[in-house]
């Protein structure tokens, strides 16, 4: 099951690349590329906030929550992502890190639903950046 996400990770964050260029933003990997994914994020909001057209949208949330896993095992090292969180259920894509349980999935959908209050890289900066720099 582990293979089968990280073969998954890969092609979703591919996808939020391809997603990123039709953004006009280009998604390097870089820890600097989250605040375009927190850009991206806010412009799918804003459709979503005018529109109410949910489709599709919790899987443009799974795309960038792998793009935001793999900025983070290429500069912070890797962990372990599964399908499901045993307390908080199904589907909820918990990424096992350091002795830290993220949901960078998560994270991306309140973004995408509730808005700039949700801002993905506050969250990844707090969580992964500033974590990945003490001592």
């Known amino acids: 099951m582990e293979y089968e996400l990280a073969t998954l990770r890969d092609q979703l964050a ?60 290429q500069h912070f090292g890797t962990g372990t992502w599964e399908r499901h969180h045993p307390e908080l259920g199904s589907d909820t894509f918990p990424y096992y890190w350091e002795g830290r349980t993220l949901f960078p999935y998560a994270w991306c959908e309140k973004r995408i639903f509730d808005g700039p209050g949700d801002n993905v890289w506050v969250k990844f900066n707090a969580l992964v950046v500033k974590e990945a720099s003490k001592p």
């Not at 459709?47 to 443009?60: P, V």
Request: cysteine-free.
């Open 14 to 73: 591919g996808h939020a690349v391809e997603i990123g260029e039709a953004f006009g933003r280009r998604l390097d990997y870089s820890i600097k590329s989250v605040k375009k994914v927190d850009k991206i994020l806010g412009e799918i909001h804003r459709e979503y906030s005018r529109t109410k057209d949910d489709s599709g949208l919790s899987g443009i949330a799974i795309e960038f929550g792998a793009y935001l896993i793999k900025v983070l095992e």
